[in-house]
Structure formats: C-alpha cells, structure tokens
C-alpha cells in the first residue's frame, strides 16, 4: 500500500516567516512530487513539482526532494495571510497519485 | 478560473433523484479524472479515462456511472445515491496518463448534497 504522510498541524507562522511543510513516502518507486494548496471549500491548486533530487524554486515557493530519504519538502518564503491553506502532497509512480492527508498552514498578520 | 470548468457547482438531490456532473477542458488534455473528496480528507481517485477510454476504475459502486463523449468532456451520471455520497466531486486533466510526471490541473468541483 502506497502511502503519504503529512503533518496535519495546524503549522502557525507569523507574516513574513519562513513556513515549511514536510512529506514522507512509502514507495521508492514514486517518481513525481506536487504539492497542492486548497483553500477551505475550494478546489486543489497545482502550486509546485519537482522530479528531480534537490531543489526547485518558483518565486516564494521552494520545493526540496531527497529521494534517498524518501522525503519532500515545501518551504512557502515571507509567508502571507493569504498562504494560510492546507498544503496536500502528492506523489506519482507508474499511474496515479497518492494523496496524502494534507497540512494545515495558518499564517498570522 | 480554473482551465477546467465543472458543472453545476453545487447540486441537492433526493436519493432517488438522477442527476449529471460536467466536466470540460480545453487545454488539449488526453486524460481525464473524477475524484470524490470528503471534509479535511484528501481527494479519493474514482475513475481515470485516457484517450477516451475508461482506464481505472476504483471500485466505485455503480450507482456513479462515468462517461467520456470526447476528449474535451467528462460526465458523471448519478443514480440512487446515498446519504454518505455527499461531498465535493472534483474532475481534474492531465496531458497524459501513461506519463506520470505530468501534473493534473482540477476544476472548481461541484459540491453534492444528497437528502
């Protein structure tokens, strides 16, 4: 059984800090990594991925993979209000994606 | 706005009720999904279809019957659902199945009220 673990939080940051949010993986096989930020009651949003050992960056968002560990990380940079969401990791090998249960950032002003 | 438009966004029915869900994309995708997410769970896989063609199949019961009239359209028909069906139905696209480092984009969802 493939699975996918979060940290459900919530994880609490004051504007303007760093927010890091961690992944872990059962598969060694998993060859993809995205992370998702939905608000409440919205619809998931493709926010970063990453295939590749090392790290991605994409504005604020850094996205860091370390296969070996079988571990994957997002780091949200000068953190705002508006990033508060939950941040769900998912993880592709041959077909679909595995979710895993999500986490939950508040970011406060 | 999303690049994949689903319809309507919101629906009650009874449980004795058939309805329809719409799902359309038009950025040239070539697979298409149904994911059913329930509140602070993540989304649950239902069905994938690529090139046009029912692909998986997650043991969805068959009162959730997908359909696939193009590549652009993805459907989802409801029959007798129950109670514990309500929840935020969410389609999303993927330029293709095969690949798995290509992301999939989701739609807004339709959230699904059954009396």
């Known amino acids: 059984q493939k699975e996918v673990e979060q940290n459900s939080g919530p994880l609490s940051v004051p504007e303007g800090a760093i927010a890091s949010l961690n992944c872990t993986y059962s598969?060694?096989?998993?060859?993809?990594f995205f992370w998702y930020r939905q608000y409440s009651g919205k619809s998931p949003e493709l926010i970063m991925f990453?295939?590749?050992?090392g790290d991605k960056e994409d504005g604020r968002f850094t996205a860091q993979l370390n296969k070996a560990s079988q571990y994957v990380s997002l780091l949200i940079r000068d953190s705002q209000p508006s990033d508060s969401a939950t941040y769900l990791c998912?993880?592709?090998?041959?077909?679909?994606?595995?979710f895993g249960k999500g986490t939950m950032l508040l970011v406060s002003p | 706005d999303t690049e994949v438009t689903q319809t309507p966004k919101h629906l009650v029915m009874g449980m004795t009720n058939k309805k329809s869900l719409k799902c359309e994309q038009h950025?040239?995708?070539?697979?298409m999904y149904w994911y059913k997410q329930k509140a602070k769970k993540p989304p649950e896989l239902m069905f994938v279809?690529?090139?046009?063609?029912?692909?998986i199949n997650e043991s969805v019961p068959s009162r959730f019957s997908p359909e696939c009239p193009n590549s652009s359209l993805l459907n989802l028909h409801l029959h007798a659902l129950q109670p514990e069906d309500s929840a935020l139905y969410l389609c999303?696209?993927?330029?293709?199945?095969?690949?798995?480092?290509?992301?999939?984009?989701f739609g807004d969802g339709t959230r699904l009220s059954i009396l």
């Open positions: 950025m040239g995708h070539r697979a």
């Open positions: 598969d060694r096989g998993s060859q993809s």
């Open positions: 990453i295939y590749s050992n």
């Open positions: 998912a993880v592709s090998g041959y077909s679909t994606l595995t």
């Open positions: 279809y690529s090139y046009e063609k029912l692909s």
């Open positions: 999303a696209s993927s330029q293709d199945h095969q690949y798995s480092n290509q992301p999939q984009h």
